[in-house]
C-alpha cells in the first residue's frame, strides 16, 4: 500500500485546500496522473500521483486543509480497477468499528455508575443532600463544600448545580449570538485565495504610509492611432493592439525617470529595481491575480499584448504558475473595464507604486485657443508609499504618463 503526500509547491506555500479530487476510490492511475487539484494562496495546482494502482481510500475531503507532506489518500499497487468500493474506506471502518462499541455501551455505563455510587459513599454529606444530588444527577464527590467539617449539605449540591448549568450554556448563548440574524442569510466559507487576499490588502494599507494623486489624460491620440494602424497591426502581429501596451509602455518609460517607484523598502534599506517587470491585476474566478509582464521594457507593443493575453487566459482558466506571479516591480490595474470612474488602487506590497486606468467618458473639454470640444478622457490614479516617494515624484510622473499618452507617437518610435 502506497500514500499519495502533499509535495513540496514553492518556498513560500506550505498548506492549500483541496478543490476538487480528480479521482475517487477503485480508480486506476498510472504514475505521473494529476489525482487532486489543490487551491493554495496564489494559484490551483494538481496534485499527481508518484506511484501506479488503484485509488484505495481518500483520506481528505473537497474544502479540507491540508499541508505540505500530508497524506492525501492511500494506493494499492496491485489491485485491480473497480475492485474498490467507490464509498471511502474509513467511513466503513467506521460504521464496523461502532457495531461493538454499541453493545457494550451498557455495560461500560453500568461500570460508570458503579464506580460513582462508590465515590458517592465516601462523601460525608446529609440524607437531604444525598437525595437532591439523586434527583440532579449530580456527583457529591466534585461538590465543593462550605461545612468545615466538609460535610455536604443541599444548598452546596445546588451551587454545584448552578454553576454546572451556567458552563453549559454560555457557550451555546454565544453561538447563537454569532449566528443570530434577523432576515434570511447565506453565509459561505471564503475561499483560501480570497483569504489571503484580503490579509495582504489591510497589511499593505498598514504597512505603508499610502496616498494617492490624480490626473486625467485626453485619449485622442491613442484612439486615432489605434483605428489608423489596428489592421496592419493585426496582420503583422495576430493580436490586436489594446490599450494596455500603450500604459504599459508609458510607466516603464516613466518609470526610467522616477526609480524610486520601481523600488521597495527592506528594513532600512531601499532597493531600486533596475528591470521592469510590470504587474497587470486581472479579476479571475477565484479572486484577484497580479501576472506579471517580464522584462516589459525590452518588450515591442505587439510583444507586450501577446504577453498579457496569454496570463488573461491562464487567469481565466487557473492555470497561472507560482513563476509567472511572483515577483513584479510596478502594478498597472484597470477598473475601467468594469466601469469605474474614479478609484484609489491599494499597493501591492512590497511595490510602492500603482498605476489605476479608468472608464473613457466623452467630457466637454476647454483646448489651448479657449475653445470647447468634446473629447474622450480618462482619470488616472498613482497610489505610492509616502515612505521613500515623495508628492513632487509622484504628480511629475503621473504628468509623464500623461504627455506620453496624448502624444503616443514616440512611444512607438520607442518600439
Do not use: C
Not at 489605434?226 to 489594446?242: H, P, S
Not at 516617494?389 to 520607442?414: I, N, S, W
Amino acid at each position: 500500500m502506497k500514500e499519495i503526500k502533499i509535495p513540496e509547491l514553492a518556498e513560500s506555500i506550505t498548506e492549500g485546500t483541496i478543490a476538487e479530487w480528480l479521482v475517487k476510490p477503485g480508480d486506476k492511475v498510472e504514475q505521473g496522473d494529476p489525482v487532486v487539484e489543490l487551491e493554495t494562496d496564489k494559484v490551483n495546482v494538481e496534485v499527481n500521483s508518484d506511484y501506479a494502482g488503484v485509488i484505495v481510500e481518500v483520506l481528505a475531503e473537497e474544502g479540507d486543509d491540508v499541508s505540505v507532506g500530508d497524506s492525501i489518500a492511500k494506493l494499492d499497487e496491485n489491485a485491480e480497477a473497480g475492485s474498490v468500493s467507490s464509498e471511502p474506506t474509513a467511513a466503513a471502518s467506521e460504521e464496523k468499528s461502532e457495531a461493538p462499541a454499541k453493545e457494550e455501551a451498557p455495560a461500560k455505563v453500568e461500570s460508570q455508575e458503579e464506580v460513582s455510587s462508590s465515590e458517592d459513599s465516601d462523601v460525608v454529606a446529609s440524607p437531604a443532600a444525598r437525595k437532591l444530588a439523586r434527583e440532579l444527577n449530580i456527583d457529591l464527590s466534585k461538590v465543593k463544600a462550605q461545612d468545615p467539617l466538609g460535610r455536604v449539605r443541599p444548598e452546596d449540591v445546588e451551587a454545584a448545580n448552578k454553576a454546572a448549568q451556567s458552563a453549559s450554556s454560555a457557550p451555546k448563548a454565544e453561538a447563537q449570538t454569532e449566528q443570530s440574524f434577523e432576515k434570511p442569510v447565506t453565509v459561505e466559507k471564503m475561499s483560501r485565495r480570497r483569504q489571503t487576499i484580503a490579509k495582504r490588502l489591510v497589511e499593505a494599507q498598514h504597512n505603508a504610509a499610502m496616498l494617492t494623486t490624480f490626473n486625467e489624460v485626453d485619449m485622442t491620440a491613442v484612439m486615432n492611432l489605434r483605428k489608423e494602424r489596428q489592421e496592419n497591426f493585426v496582420a503583422k502581429n495576430d493580436i490586436k493592439l489594446g490599450f494596455m501596451s500603450f500604459f504599459t509602455k508609458a510607466s516603464v518609460a516613466a518609470l526610467k525617470e522616477f526609480p524610486l517607484l520601481n523600488a521597495e523598502i527592506s528594513d532600512k534599506d531601499l532597493i531600486i529595481k533596475e528591470y521592469y517587470d510590470i504587474g497587470i491585476a486581472v479579476s479571475a474566478p477565484g479572486g484577484l491575480v497580479v501576472p506579471v509582464v517580464r522584462d516589459a521594457d525590452k518588450l515591442g507593443f505587439a510583444g507586450i499584448e501577446h504577453e498579457i493575453a496569454e496570463l488573461g487566459s491562464k487567469a481565466q482558466e487557473n492555470k497561472l504558475g507560482l513563476d509567472e506571479l511572483s515577483g513584479g516591480s510596478f502594478t498597472i490595474t484597470n477598473g475601467g473595464i468594469f466601469g469605474s470612474m474614479l478609484s484609489t488602487p491599494i499597493l501591492n506590497a512590497p511595490q510602492v507604486g500603482i498605476l489605476g486606468m479608468h472608464n473613457i467618458v466623452k467630457r466637454a473639454v476647454v483646448m489651448p485657443d479657449d475653445t470647447i470640444a468634446v473629447r474622450p478622457m480618462m482619470y488616472l490614479a498613482l497610489s505610492y508609499d509616502h515612505r521613500i516617494v515623495d508628492g513632487k515624484e509622484a504628480v511629475q510622473f503621473l504628468v509623464r504618463v500623461k504627455e506620453m499618452l496624448e502624444d503616443p507617437y514616440d512611444l512607438l518610435l520607442q518600439g
